[in-house]
């Protein structure tokens, strides 16, 4: 079947073992000093490795593969304990890969293994650096009355499931690809990233139907001519699949247009823009 699974750069691959600690599933191994896939079907697609990994060498990738198997999984990880287990099955649920959670506890009572799995919580602690719960002060703001920043917004909706990826204001535009957190984190974001621009807003981790933004993109680039896509994503790990999506949109695109990369820190400053 074909379907979204990891591929590794080997070249880049510096062999620092990183991903294999991501990867609870166990699809990764290292060995002769390269991160290397074990078995395509111990991997979800879901690319918690690629926000681990220091160099860039892992990326998503739609290809022929063994269909992802959690009962396969659970086998593997179930001798490595309590922690391990725990580890993958919030790694499910924090991806809303409620079917696959399904099988991952119905195989624990199977085989009468008990674990302890903490309560979902809106800002629960968990492996993904993105759900992690942090406190800061925002900087100071002049005491004396400023006028509102204008709106850079052009068209409704901007919801990627919801657009339309032929509508008019597509039509040779350059469109920014921005994850929902980002113009929240960002203060001057109309300013800095959307004059003149057409907007798509997406969550890599919590939205389903992901398949479909990669044919919308595509749709976009090809049918609608969009000159460039610019993809304004949060520094944490989990906000790097937005940019592996817009990337295989680009791939299966017959035009190839030039994609800017914009991370946000998740204390509204601006780390990197390339």
């Known amino acids: 079947m074909k379907r979204t699974i990891i591929k590794i750069d080997e070249s880049l691959c510096n062999g620092c073992g990183a991903c294999i600690k991501g990867c609870h599933e166990g699809a990764l191994q290292l060995i002769d000093g390269k991160a290397r896939m074990i078995s395509d079907l111990f991997c979800d697609g879901l690319g918690a490795c690629i926000g681990e990994c220091p160099v860039g060498a892992i990326a998503l990738e739609e290809r022929e593969a063994e269909p992802y198997d959690e009962y396969a999984v ?22 809303k890969e409620m079917e696959y959670l399904k099988q991952g506890l119905s195989y624990l009572a199977e085989h009468g293994i008990e674990i302890s799995l903490p309560e979902e919580k809106p800002a629960a602690a968990c492996g993904c650096p993105g759900g992690r719960a942090f406190s800061f002060a925002p900087k100071a703001t002049p005491t004396h009355a400023v006028s509102p920043a204008q709106s850079q917004l052009r068209q409704w909706p901007v919801q ?115």
């Open 74 to 95: 659970m086998e593997r990880i179930a001798p490595k304990g309590e922690k391990t287990i725990v580890a993958h099955l919030m790694h499910l649920r924090d991806h």
């Open 160 to 274: 990627l499931h919801l657009l339309n990826p032929q509508a008019a204001y597509f039509r040779e535009a350059d469109v920014v690809l921005a994850a929902d957190c980002a113009a929240y984190a960002y203060g001057d974001f109309h300013q800095r990233f959307l004059t003149g621009k057409t907007l798509a807003i997406a969550c890599p981790k919590l939205d389903t139907g992901k398949e479909s933004y990669i044919e919308k993109l595509t749709t976009m680039i090809d049918a609608s001519q969009i000159r460039s896509l610019t993809v304004v994503i949060m520094e944490v790990p989990c906000c790097g699949g937005l940019l592996q999506l817009a990337r295989m949109a680009v791939e299966r695109s017959v035009r190839k247009i030039p994609i800017k990369q914009v991370i946000v820190g998740i204390q509204g400053n601006l780390v990197r823009e390339d």
